[in-house]
């Protein structure tokens, strides 16, 4: 997303085997935030496309707007919303990052370049995976019974996914 969008979401992936080092790789977000509402990078094998992102922002937005949330960090609340999930230990299980991510989804708000940002993490820039829809590996990660969704056609999963990412805010 560019001109006068609120967000940017950005595909990256890295070369090797070596183990991400999230701690340098949380740092050097924090030291490239600036002015930005939200710079957060994801592990990808826990976002289902750009949809999902976006969802998860908006609702992100509205639960700011209206109270409804504890937390103060916006990249903490965003990971929360797209996780499907009110925890926020519990969301960054899903899709936070790990010494394993070879795939981020990395998200600005409000919209800005972020090819540099992806250099800075060591990754490069690499197609959203919207064209193949979400994978029973991303289901998985967001807590989703693949089983439980047999009845689903497999174009529908991401409707899953949005939908999960709007329960967050039911009352428990």
Do not use: C
Not at 98 to 106: K, N, P
Not at 124 to 153: F, K
Not at 154 to 159: M, T
Request: charged letters at 25%; proline letters at 6%.
């Amino acid at each position: 997303m560019s001109g006068n969008a609120p967000l940017s979401i950005a595909w990256g992936r890295r070369e090797g085997n070596a183990p991400l080092d999230v701690g340098r790789s949380l740092s050097t977000l924090r030291g490239q935030k600036g002015e930005a509402e939200v710079l957060q990078a994801f592990d990808a094998r826990g976002v289902a496309g750009p949809r999902h992102v976006t969802s998860a922002y908006l609702h992100m937005q509205r639960a700011l707007t209206t109270g409804r949330t504890r937390l103060r960090d916006h990249g903490a609340i965003l990971a929360v919303y797209l996780a499907g999930t009110d925890q926020l230990e519990r969301a960054l299980g899903r899709v936070g990052l790990q010494a394993d991510t070879r795939e981020i989804v990395l998200v600005r708000s409000p919209a800005g370049e972020l090819s540099e940002v992806l250099r800075s993490l060591g990754f490069s820039a690499s197609p959203p995976q919207e064209a193949q829809g979400p994978t029973e590996e991303t289901l998985r990660r967001l807590g989703i019974d693949v089983p439980a969704s047999g009845g689903v056609p497999r174009e529908r999963w991401e409707l899953l996914v949005l939908e999960q990412t709007a329960m967050v805010d039911l009352p428990r």
